[in-house]
């Protein structure tokens, strides 16, 4: 397993920006496929989007498509999550998660796909 612990949530308006990161320690960053999921108030956690191993691929949920962005740094063993144009409705908690680098190819992006989760982060978006 990799240990994951993220950074960067907080308070923002509607409209505004806020920048989520995620260390990973413990196994092989590069390993890893990576994933942000969410989960707000009385729902399900869902899944936010992945990016793969090497960083050059990714995978965006509809919803956020075009207003979030994920990224890597193998070298720093960390994941990134900028959020722009961000709505109320993007309030959740903000969880990282890791998987073995073949998930994403074959797009496993269920929970249960991911091994290793970090605590999460809140992220309040208000109108």
């Known amino acids: 397993q990799v240990q994951l612990v993220e950074s960067g949530g907080g308070l923002a308006q509607a409209g505004g920006s806020l920048s989520l990161s995620c260390a990973a320690s413990?196994?092989?960053?590069?390993?890893?496929?990576m994933a942000w999921f969410r989960q707000a108030p009385g729902k399900e956690r869902e899944f936010v989007a992945a990016?793969?191993?090497?960083?050059?691929?990714?995978y965006y949920t509809d919803s956020v498509k075009g207003r979030f962005t994920i990224s890597r740094d193998n070298a720093k063993n960390t994941v990134y999550l900028q959020m722009n144009s961000l709505k109320p409705e993007d309030t959740a908690v903000y969880y990282c998660?890791?998987?073995?680098?073949?998930?994403?190819?074959?797009?496993?992006?269920?929970?249960?796909?991911?091994?290793?989760w970090g605590q999460g982060t809140q992220v309040t978006v208000s109108s």
């Open positions: 413990g196994r092989t960053f590069s390993n890893y496929a």
């Open positions: 998660a890791a998987a073995p680098a073949d998930n994403f190819y074959l797009r496993r992006y269920r929970e249960v796909d991911f091994g290793s």
């Open positions: 990016i793969s191993w090497s960083g050059v691929n990714t």
